[in-house]
């Protein structure tokens, strides 16, 4: 299976993934939900988190939450909130900044962690920031709304390749 799926992926592979295969292959196998059903995107932060939502493929809703106080009411006050927007919504995929290994702050883990377990998604994946950042380009304008639709869409992306 992997080869095959290279070969139908191998444009996004060879321009995007680049070393993170695995979290590609990942992606991969949630493309009928991705596709046909809902996804939520998330660029985790402990002051400010963006999402975007998506609906078989197309941005339906995006937006930024901020939260005030020590660590504990923010990221409850995050995740409440998030929780409101997608309220009515049963999220098929959670697609979330891969954020280990050193790369992000503890709280940004701890803010990731508090998505993933407040969502309660049928799948969740990781999106490395090489990744996402070579599909939005140059002309991308960081905040954490713009991240989180760039997070969405670099999954869209990916799974139509494999269509």
């Keep these: 299976m992997a080869v095959r799926l290279r070969r139908k992926m191998r444009r996004l592979y060879k321009l995007l993934v680049g070393s993170h295969k695995a979290a590609a292959d990942k992606i991969y196998t949630t493309r009928t939900k991705v596709l046909g ?5 998330v660029d985790p932060a402990s002051v400010s988190l963006g999402y975007a939502l998506f609906h ?18 923010r990221l409850a006050k995050l995740t409440t909130e998030l929780k409101k927007q997608v309220e ?3 999220i098929d995929v959670l697609a979330i900044e891969f954020l280990r290994g050193g790369v992000g702050h503890n709280y ?22 090489q990744s996402w950042k070579k599909l939005a380009g140059a002309h991308h304008k960081k905040s954490d709304e713009n991240d989180a639709i760039a997070i969405g869409r670099f999954v869209v992306e990916l799974c139509k390749e494999t269509e």
């Design 37 to 41: 059903g809902y996804l939520l995107a």
């Design 108 to 129: 940004l883990i701890w803010s990731a962690g508090a998505v993933v377990s407040s969502i309660l998604a049928d799948h969740v994946v990781e999106v490395h920031s």
């Design 56 to 73: 078989t493929g197309v941005l339906v809703k995006s937006g930024s939450i901020q939260a005030k106080g020590d660590i504990g009411k």
């Design 88 to 90: 009515g919504v049963e």
